[in-house]
């Protein structure tokens, strides 16, 4: 049985990382999500919240762990049973980045496999960062993410304009 990984901070999850979840999971017998704990950039919603998004958005598919994780993604891989981790590729710019990683993480585990992703067309101009400032200023965003993500944006960005939240 082959388990594969889909790490990210997830910081919202969207319809981008749901596509390559799910051709993923057409590849691999069990893939284990994982939802960093402590990404190197600022998050807006906690881990909690993130790993219930991810979880409601990836509720359709079978087979599918989401869990968080701390620490080295070679390290989380290994303690999943995971021999594959897969990455998605939006763009040429991911490209350079993505391959550095990968190869760092061959490094330092020689037996895990790295697998790059094209991001489908429809999806390939998507980042957490652009729907959130999207979200923020009352764009429309229900194909960009799945409908657990646009609720849960709509939320906080109503939460943070209503009056009662500009009181001190």
Not at 109 to 131: K, R, T
């Amino acid at each position: 049985m082959t388990v594969a990984v889909v790490p990210a901070s997830f910081d919202p999850i969207t319809c981008g990382h749901v596509d390559i979840v799910t051709r993923a999971s057409r590849l691999f017998d069990r893939i284990v999500v994982g939802v960093f704990a402590r990404p190197h950039k600022s998050v807006m919603f906690s881990l909690d919240e993130r790993v219930d998004m991810v979880r409601e958005s990836l509720a359709h598919l079978h087979d599918i762990d989401v869990v968080s994780y701390d620490g080295l993604t070679v390290n989380f891989a290994a303690d999943v049973g995971a021999t594959v981790v897969v990455r998605g590729l939006r763009a040429v710019s991911d490209f350079e980045s993505e391959f550095q990683q990968a190869a760092l993480n061959r490094k330092m585990s020689p037996g895990l496999e790295v697998i790059s992703m094209f991001a489908s067309v429809e999806y390939g101009f998507l980042s957490s960062s652009l729907i959130k400032e999207i979200a923020e200023n009352g764009g429309d965003i229900a194909a960009m993410v799945p409908a657990p993500v646009a609720k849960k944006l709509s939320q906080r960005f109503a939460a943070e304009t209503s009056p009662t939240a500009s009181r001190g």
